[in-house]
Every structure is written in C-alpha cells, then in structure tokens.
C-alpha cells in the first residue's frame, strides 16, 4: 500500500559525443547525475531548472524512452528498464506524456480521431467502435467538441492543438503523465486555460502530474512538491509553499529573483544590483553551483553536498545558508 507511484532510484544517463579528433577518445557528458525521487498517487511534483538541467532528459528516462546508464526507474513497482517490450508497452497504459511542442507532436496527417486513439490502438484492446467513444468523451473533457474527431490539427489553435495532445495522453486513464514544458509554447492568456484544464482533470480523473518547467509560477500553480535541479542533481526538494517562500539553496533563490515582476522594488530610476560571479575552475568532487554561488567558501571546492533535511520534508543540498553559515 506505500508502493510510491513513481521512483527514481539514483537514476544516471550519460551520452557519448562526436569524437573531436579521429583517433581521440569519444567525450562523454552526464545529463542526470544520480537522481533519486519518489512521487505518492495524487501529489503531483514539479521539476524546475534553467535551459540544458537534465530537466527532459528526466522526463524521457522516466517515460522509458531512454534507458538509464545506471539506476532503475519504477512506476507502480515495475522496473521500467528490465521488462520485455511487449510488457513495457502494457505498462504504457498507466503512464503517458504531452509534449512542449503542440504543433510538433501531433501528426499533421492524421485526423483527431486516430492520433487520440492510437494509445488504444498500440495496446490493441479496443475494438474501433469503442475506441472512437471513448475519443469523443475525452475530446469533450479537455473543452473541445465531439465533431472536432474528424478535424486535422492544422485547423486548431495553439491551445486547441495542446488540448488533443493532453486527450490522447488521458484516452487510457493513466495514473502518471509527464508534462514536458506543456504551455511554454503558448500565449500567457492560453497558457492559464491549459493549466486550470490540468488541474480541473487532474481531479476528475486521479491522473498525477510530473510537470517538467523552467517557470515557477506555473509550478507553483500545479503541483504540491518541487525538486530544483542543476547540472543533472537535485539540489533543493520539498513543498511549494515551503520550497518557493523559504528556498534554502542559492540556485533556487536565484531562479526565484530572477523572475519577472510588475511592481519592483527599487525606486523609479533605480536598477537592482546584481552580483556577477565569475566562473572559476573547480574539482568534478566540489559543489557544481560553487563557480556561480556568491556564498561559497572552500569547502564548496573541496566536496560536493548532498542532500539532508532541513525541515521535515525539505531536502538541501548546500554546505551552508544563505547567510553564510554552515548547517548542522
């Protein structure tokens, strides 16, 4: 019954690069770094994280798109990594994903109907008469009609197109889907009505969200729990009302000041100062943020921090506060 939804189990992938020089060794780069979370039915998490994070990276090994390097990836205790296809294909019914593109993730050849229903049509369960049932109730769920079925995708707006997507990641009644930057391609106003649809199915249906973002206000509006990563680590995990309001780790204050406000603090005139940290060279066993983090001491150079708790439920990793001072 304590069965997680989903966990990640010191997840690593690493990808091999073009070789620079014919004979030279082939370089290689860590896009996550020993990632470990675990999600309960029902609490959806939010990972935020600036451009080139491990942000998707996460998202595609979580969706068995790739395999882990080393970890394991489990969804309802099954370990993604190790089934056959054929049963990772019959897992797929409890997981399934919208991507942050919605003008190129649906297929501008195939009508609404088919691309809904080929999640049905892969499990291969469904005869075509209930399969298209089942497509016109969950077109009219995410706010679209049910003579949109015979619609092409380039007859849809932004929003509309993103809807079909979030209807064909619904069509199987998964338990989990990921959303990979869902409404970063969309207009602010769109973006509000995607994410109230969201929420609004989120309840109706018991799906739970793994929301991939790099912006925070749409995190906060979503999800329960945040983890913030950097250069492939977790570096801050916890609530969004603690995490967002009392952010422990400089990289997430940063993330956190340096969103957009309406009504700055500063007076008419006045630009905000801002610390410039040079980059500096440090050891792969330091702190990854330490070039870039304007309370860095030696230590930082010396050993890399993981993560401990805070307060119950927060997780840092950071050698010190933000103050300064070390944590006990």
């Excluded at 990632?35 to 029902?42: C, E, I, P, Y």
């Excluded at 994280?49 to 595609?60: C, F, I, N, Q, V």
């Excluded at 204050?253 to 340096?258: D, N, P």
Aim: glycine share 6%; charged share 20%.
């Amino acid at each position: 019954m304590n069965e997680p939804l989903l966990h990640l189990d010191n997840v690593t992938r690493t990808y091999t690069l073009a070789r620079e020089r014919p004979w030279g060794p082939a370089p290689q780069v860590q896009a996550v770094r020993g990632v470990s979370l675990r999600m309960a039915s029902g609490k959806n998490l939010g990972v935020v994280g600036e451009s080139g994070s491990g942000k998707s990276t996460l998202a595609r090994l979580v969706m068995a798109l790739e395999p882990p390097t080393t970890g394991a990836v489990r969804i309802l205790g099954q370990t993604l990594n190790s089934l056959t296809p054929a049963a990772l294909r019959a897992a797929r019914r409890d997981f399934q994903m919208v991507f942050q593109d919605p003008y190129g993730s649906l297929d501008p050849r195939q009508t609404v109907e088919r691309i809904v229903t080929e999640p049905l049509a892969v499990l291969g369960k469904t005869a075509v008469l209930d399969m298209r049932e089942q497509a016109r109730e969950v077109l009219t769920s995410v706010g679209l009609r049910s003579n949109d079925l015979d619609k092409y995708p380039h007859e849809f707006s932004g929003g509309q197109r993103q809807r079909v997507a979030i209807a064909r990641a619904l069509i199987t009644r998964p338990r989990l889907i990921v959303a990979d930057e869902p409404v970063s391609a969309l207009d602010v106003s769109v973006q509000a009505q995607v994410l109230n649809l969201m929420q609004d199915l989120s309840q109706q249906y018991g799906v739970t969200y793994l929301l991939i973002s790099h912006d925070l206000a749409v995190v906060d509006h979503l999800c329960e729990e945040v983890a913030v990563i950097y250069q492939g680590r977790i570096v801050e995990q916890g609530a969004s009302e603690t995490l967002f309001r009392n952010a422990a780790h400089p990289y997430t204050r940063a993330l956190i000041e340096a969103v957009p406000r309406l009504a700055p603090s500063t007076t008419p005139g006045q630009r905000r100062r801002t610390t410039v940290i040079t980059p500096r060279q440090h050891p792969v066993t330091a702190c990854p943020y330490a070039p870039r983090c304007p309370h860095a001491q030696a230590l930082c150079d010396e050993q890399r921090p993981e993560l401990n708790t805070v307060t119950a439920g927060h997780l840092v990793a950071c050698h010190f506060g933000i103050d300064g001072m070390p944590r006990l």
